[in-house]
């Protein structure tokens, strides 16, 4: 486990500072999809990290779930870490902190979207084990993802 990161779950009280980053950090608006309810009624199974020095300035952010329908599978919807602070391992260790969570909740698998011509989430998923198929329209006309799954536990960091 990384002890220069802290992780914990979100609060209704984080919405406003990710909300404030989130177009800027994705590079394109993010509008609705980083929805109040992952904070306010989904914040347990979320995921805030901050450097241990600095814990009131966030750096990345994880918003999931676990499925209603299928309990064993851990949803992610949305992960976002600062562009200043990538490929430092802050992406995997959120997904990890999660998916411990999501384990002792009982999940067995973790799934992730991504857009096809997304290719530093398409390359961080494959860096984390995960297997991709392609879903045509899945999220609306034109919409294509690639459907990422791998099973839990993912390794600490
Ligand atoms: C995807 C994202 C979260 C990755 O975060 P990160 O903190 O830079 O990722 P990490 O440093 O933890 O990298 C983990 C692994 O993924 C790989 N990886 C991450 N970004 C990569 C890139 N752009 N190209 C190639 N590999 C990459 C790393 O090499 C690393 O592999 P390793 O541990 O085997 O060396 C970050 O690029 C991001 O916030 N992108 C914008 C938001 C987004 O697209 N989110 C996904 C859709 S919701």
Known sequence: MRR????????????????????????????????RLFFEQLGSSGVHAAAADRPDRMVGVLLGLRSEVEPDLAYI???????????????RALY??????????????VRALAAPTNAPSLRFH??????GRFAGAH???GQDRIIFERA?????T
């Open 4 to 35: 220069d990161l802290l992780l914990r779950p979100l609060t209704g009280a984080d919405f406003a500072s990710a909300r404030a980053v989130a177009d800027d950090w994705f590079g394109r608006t993010v509008g609705l999809t980083m929805h």
């Open 77 to 91: 919807h949305l992960h976002v870490v600062d562009p200043a602070m990538r490929g430092q391992g802050i992406g």
């Open 96 to 109: 990890a902190e999660f998916g411990a969570r999501m384990t002792e909740r009982g999940c067995r698998r």
């Open 126 to 131: 494959e860096a984390l084990g995960f297997l």
């Open 139 to 141: 999220v609306g006309l």
């Open 152 to 156: 839990l536990p993912l390794e600490r």
